[in-house]
């Protein structure tokens, strides 16, 4: 039986208008994704999809529309195990983007420390099943005892039914954690669900930080998003300190025009789901910079 050929997704709407509210000076968008040029940067063979290039170039001038000074570029499973792409972007920014890398079990203490000097501080797992991935815990575990004595965080993107099933192993994590997207958690089933609490017990424990990243992937309604707002406005009201929030541009697994997000409404919703300027300000400002510190 002869392969399905990869589809083709959509690419990212353009930035026609600013937010409604002045984003802080020095904000960071922690979650976007570098594809391409595939001339230069293949994409991985095992790839779901198959997203038009967005490379740095256009990722800078997306920040500079919105207003956003530095960010987190997050690799995407798109490209394999190949970072290249990412650290191309880093060292093209300027000193404003630090990678969040994908590694197997082909990574050692010298190659991530290779990684970090050339701007890496995170590297992440991607196992939700609509994006590919898959979660090998002999990979993890070896990957972690690497990563350690950089103080990097792990990041891990996951389907929100799985947190129950997954709660045992994320307790017992021993560095420094960051949940995509929510936790992907279906705004449908309110605060009160299983795995909402689950996510709020996380975050209390020292060690977890969570997106507020995503919410056009988790929602039922669409823009602006307000089935999601109360999960995310529970969440601030737990660990305001403990939050992050990114684009997820270029919103890659689109297949409908009319579900790609805009980029000015996922920023306006930010002021909803975070209504005190101050909040607003540690999880744009100062929390990326503390949880970059302990891998600085």
């Not at 190949?82 to 060292?91: E, G, I, Q, R, S």
């Not at 997207?181 to 605060?191: E, F, K, N, S, Y």
Request: hydrophobic share 45%; aromatic share 8%.
């Amino acid at each position: 039986m002869s392969e399905q050929p990869i589809p083709d997704c959509l690419g990212p709407r353009p930035v026609t208008a600013r937010p409604a509210w002045h984003v802080p000076h020095g904000s960071w968008d922690t979650h976007f994704h570098a594809l391409g040029p595939q001339l230069r940067f293949p994409y991985g063979a095992k790839r779901k999809y198959t997203p038009p290039d967005a490379p740095v170039e256009q990722c800078l001038r997306l920040h500079e529309a919105l207003g956003f000074a530095r960010g987190w570029v997050v690799h995407a499973n798109t490209h394999g195990f190949d970072n290249a792409v990412d650290l191309d972007a880093v060292a093209r920014s300027d000193g404003r983007y630090v990678a969040v890398v994908r590694l197997d079990a082909s990574a050692s203490p010298a190659s991530c420390a290779e990684l970090h000097a050339r701007g890496a501080r995170g590297v992440r797992f991607a196992f939700n099943p609509q994006h590919g991935g898959s979660l090998d815990l002999t990979v993890f575990n070896h990957v972690v005892r690497c990563i350690a004595p950089l103080g990097w965080f792990v990041e891990l993107h996951f389907d929100g039914a799985d947190i129950a099933r997954l709660q045992e192993w994320l307790e017992a994590i021993p560095v420094q954690v960051v949940i995509d997207h929510l936790g992907r958690v279906d705004p449908a089933g309110g605060v009160a669900q299983e795995p909402f609490q689950i996510l709020l017990a996380l975050l209390a424990r020292g060690n977890f930080w969570i997106k507020l990243s995503g919410a056009d992937r988790i929602s039922r309604q669409g823009a602006p998003y307000a089935d999601v707002a109360p999960l995310a406005q529970a969440l601030v009201s737990a660990r305001p300190d403990r939050l992050l929030w990114g684009t997820d541009w270029p919103h890659t697994g689109y297949f409908d025009a009319a579900r790609v997000p805009e980029d000015t409404a996922l920023v306006d919703a930010l002021a909803t789901f975070v209504p005190e300027a101050p909040e607003r300000e540690a999880i744009l400002v100062h929390n990326p910079l503390r949880l970059l510190a302990l891998a600085a």
